[in-house]
């Protein structure tokens, strides 16, 4: 048991020193490796597991709205690029190029996707007439490539998967309202399935998306007390369909342009899962996107019968869908709970002669390491409640992390103090205005993470400036 211990220990408390306890987690785990590309990582069979049971329910959930998979280009022309001006004046410093191809030097520059709005528009100018062809309701997965300067696994790296989704409607307001369903759609997917609460609300214009109308978002609050950005969804309006030429024919004869929206998330879910619900022991993985969900552990399986029985119980759990392992090792017990435990694994069965005896097992959570004691027969049952119990003891568990790091402040001088001596998110009135959003950011080191909808109004003035409040904001520090 010494030797477990010692294993427990290679992992940096998290307060300590969160970022490297992060970093100690993504590589014991063996969540990814670095690559000899810098700022780009190698995601490990673990780690891209993960990512497949994210795509897998995220893709059924697409689908449930009429949304259908696509593909487009790895490269962009420069000129279509900029068909948008705002567009690519946000990207413009994060675009990396293809200048060459083969010995030859391209006579057009190609831009290496960053996201993929101008593809999508070319195409749909070339498939919409009319009004019988919308909505059109597209998404892909795919990696993208963005130039940032500073990399942290799964947070920031220069290339990530992602899913976008690229839809095109009639009106305004059929375009709203697949907005606004989309953001939903991913607010329930955090909440329900990754165990992790978020917020909902609409980003600053100096926050939202290059481009678009209108950026909604979802946002996470992290162990450490910094935000993250969860998902996002954007209303184009008609900017994008008038610079592409996106017309079609109505009802009424009349040519009009198209209402884009776009939505996505990507493997930065991955860092919030690990932030939101790991503990020094390594990795806490919600069921639903955890690879394994069962560990069985067989005790004395040396002796007559354990190995069989331990088999025969992995038969009757992956028969009724569960996704279940056997660790039959010649490591010791110790050392298998401490490596699993390090892995996330939501449950651990444990069987041994005494069990089988008993025609028991001993069901133990990785959450908060609580044993049962479960008759054999009565194991599927048992193991779908306690996933389902562990998924809302994580929530309950981060929701109250965030309550107790959520402040609010009434003036410039409040804001600063929380902000110098507190992490998590600060609940201030803001006027609108773009110079007081620059202010806090300059003297507090805080950008405004959403205006939550249905926001209460805590006074009726701004924090910054003190003239008359218009919104709501949550301001935090980000990853």
Request: hydrophobic letters at 35%.
């Amino acid at each position: 048991m010494a030797n477990d211990k010692k294993f427990v220990e290679q992992i940096t408390p998290m307060e300590e020193d969160f970022a490297r306890w992060y970093t100690d987690i993504v590589k014991k785990a063996d969540l990814i490796d670095y690559s000899s590309v810098k700022g780009c990582m190698i995601i490990r069979p673990y780690g891209y597991a993960i990512w497949e049971n994210i795509q897998s329910i995220l893709d059924k959930r697409f689908k449930e709205t009429g949304v259908e998979n696509v593909y487009m280009p790895l490269f962009i022309p420069e000129s279509l690029l900029n068909k948008e001006k705002d567009h690519v004046e946000g990207f413009a410093p994060e675009v990396a190029w293809v200048t060459m191809g083969g010995e030859e030097k391209l006579q057009e520059r190609l831009c290496v996707r960053p996201t993929s709005e101008t593809l999508f528009c070319d195409h749909y100018a070339n498939i919409i007439k009319s009004y019988r062809d919308l909505p059109k309701l597209y998404n892909q997965w795919c990696s993208v490539v963005r130039w940032e300067k500073t990399t942290r696994p799964f947070l920031r790296s220069r290339e990530f998967l992602w899913q976008e989704g690229h839809t095109m409607h009639r009106t305004r307001e059929e375009a709203e309202e697949r907005t606004v369903m989309m953001l939903n759609l991913y607010a329930d997917f955090f909440e329900q399935d990754l165990g992790m609460p978020v917020i909902r609300g609409k980003k600053t214009d100096k926050e939202k998306f290059a481009g678009a109308e209108a950026t909604y978002t979802v946002e996470a609050l992290m162990h450490d007390g910094k935000a993250l950005q969860g998902g996002t969804s954007h209303n184009f309006g008609d900017g994008f369909a008038k610079a592409f030429g996106i017309q079609y024919l109505d009802s009424d004869n009349k040519l009009k342009y198209c209402n884009q929206t776009s939505w996505g998330v990507s493997t930065r879910i991955i860092g919030g899962i690990i932030m939101t619900h790991g503990d020094d022991s390594g990795l806490v993985l919600p069921p639903a996107v955890a690879p394994v969900q069962v560990i069985i552990i067989p005790v004395q399986q040396h002796k007559s019968g354990v190995l069989e029985a331990a088999e025969k119980l992995r038969k009757t759990l992956s028969d009724a869908g569960i996704r279940v392992k056997t660790d039959d090792s010649e490591q010791s017990p110790g050392w298998k709970f401490a490596e699993h435990e390090m892995r996330g694994v939501p449950l651990r069965i444990e069987i041994g002669p005494r069990d089988i005896e008993a025609n028991s097992c001993v069901l133990v959570r990785r959450d908060n390491r609580e044993k049962k004691v479960l008759p054999l027969d009565a194991v599927v049952t048992a193991v779908r409640e306690e996933m389902d119990l562990l998924t809302k003891a994580l929530y309950a568990k981060a929701l109250e992390n965030r309550e107790k790091r959520t402040f609010q402040a009434l003036d410039m001088e409040e804001l600063k103090k929380i902000a110098s001596e507190q992490s998590g998110y600060i609940k201030a009135m803001w006027c609108g205005d773009e110079a007081c959003e620059n202010k806090i950011k300059e003297e507090a080191d805080l950008s405004s993470r959403c205006m939550p909808f249905n926001a209460e109004s805590i006074s009726d003035r701004c924090v910054c400036c003190g003239r008359p409040a218009k919104a709501l904001v949550y301001w935090g520090k980000a990853y």
